[in-house]
Nanobody
């Protein structure tokens, strides 16, 4: 059984930082594209950042230079370091694991962690 468990969300003031964690079980994260998505109030879900199976980070335009995605393979954990947080970063952040095959798609989601940026 695959589980992705996020943690690290919370309330932070504008300009502050948070680090989200996604602990995976039932899969090996270096075989997947691991991503962080978010969905803010009244907004569509968007890809914030992803890290490929080879370890390359890719970022959405709205977070470039502020967020950093990383992984710890022995811990089977993916992180999202978020700096210079702004109110528009308020959202539920979800961890995703994606692997595409010739005739299959393995797509797993965590339950999400709330990030609220407010003074």
């Amino acid at each position: 059984q695959v589980q992705l468990v996020e943690s690290g969300g919370g309330l932070v003031q504008p300009g502050g930082s948070l680090r989200l964690s996604c602990v995976a079980s039932g899969i090996t994260i270096n075989l997947y594209r691991m991503g962080w998505y978010r969905q803010g109030p009244g907004k569509e879900r968007e890809l914030v950042a992803s890290i490929t199976s080879s370890g390359i980070g890719i970022y959405g335009d709205s977070v470039k230079g502020r967020f950093t995605i990383s992984r710890d393979l022995p811990k089977n954990t993916v992180y999202l370091q978020m700096n210079s947080l702004q109110p528009e970063d308020t959202a539920v952040y979800h961890c995703n694991a994606l692997r595409l095959g010739i005739s299959r798609r393995d797509d797993y989601w965590g339950q999400g962690t709330q990030v609220t940026v407010s003074s």
